[in-house]
């Protein structure tokens, strides 16, 4: 199995999908995709990530105003007997996005996630710049503290040899609290609404033809959609919650119940 990827750029597009859709989308991509060798649960595979912000929930707020510009920093591991952690920025400008990354080890993780101890530079350059990178984060924020863990299931298939990058994932039963921040410890509400889950489409220019004919005749639509963002939206009351743009006023009920 290759190694990890810890730094790569891309296009992402986000889009609800009714669990009832899922059976016919599946048949659609695997006639031109292949599961994700990572996928060993029989296609499927935890996800668990950490979001974190600082202590006015300002990494938040910008993201669900939908700036052209926006980055988060999340800490996230894929579940299983001996998980892999991963800590990483999300740096995303209008619907392109980059993600840099390093690996961590569990003691590392919980002297982050509770202690607030950064790791050590290593010596190794993309490690130890990282590491400059998140310190400017920390410093820029005046601290950054873990503030919700987002939990769901998913389903993954990436193009086959030699074809065109392109990685499709279906996320269900998405999960969120906003404490206990032991990552691999499964727990929280539910995100959305019954029988909802959230297709991406990650490529690295344009969408595939076949691809977008099948989503079209399956009427699934793309829109803008945060996991931490609606996470954080759900758990405020709603008189102190951002009055969304005009245009998006509907997709917002549906996707943060607000």
């Not at 986000?14 to 060993?40: M, Q, R, T």
């Not at 105003?65 to 579940?79: I, V, W």
């Not at 032991?182 to 490529?203: A, D």
Request: proline share 6%.
């Amino acid at each position: 199995m290759a190694s990890p990827i810890v730094n790569f750029c891309r296009t992402e597009n986000k889009y609800p999908l009714e669990e009832k859709l899922i059976p016919f989308l599946v048949a659609a991509l695997k006639e031109h995709l292949d599961v994700d060798p990572y996928a060993l649960d029989n296609g499927h595979y935890q996800v668990n990530t950490i979001y974190f912000d600082d202590g006015a929930n300002g990494v938040v707020e910008r993201s669900v105003a939908h700036p052209t510009y926006k980055e988060k920093l999340r800490l996230r591991s894929y579940g299983g007997k001996k998980p892999i952690y991963f800590i990483e920025f999300k740096n995303k400008y209008q619907s392109d996005v980059f993600k840099s990354r390093i690996i961590l080890s569990e003691k590392e993780y919980e002297d982050y996630v509770f202690r607030q101890i950064v790791p050590k530079r290593n010596g190794k350059y993309q490690h130890d710049r990282f590491l400059d990178v998140l310190e400017d984060f920390i410093a820029r924020h005046h601290g950054i503290y873990p503030k919700s863990v987002i939990q769901y299931d998913r389903m993954a298939f990436v193009n086959r040899p030699f074809d065109v990058f392109c990685r499709v994932t279906i996320d269900t039963s998405i999960s969120y609290r906003r404490d206990n921040f032991h990552l691999n410890e499964i727990g929280g509400e539910l995100l959305l609404p019954p029988h909802q889950c959230i297709l991406e489409i990650k490529v690295g220019e344009s969408i595939p033809l076949w691809l977008a004919h099948a989503i079209n005749e399956l009427g699934i639509y793309r829109i803008p959609f945060s996991k931490y963002g609606t996470s954080f939206l759900d758990s405020i009351p709603s008189e102190m919650k951002p009055t969304p743009r005009k245009n998006e006023v509907e997709k917002e009920i549906i996707m943060a119940r607000s």
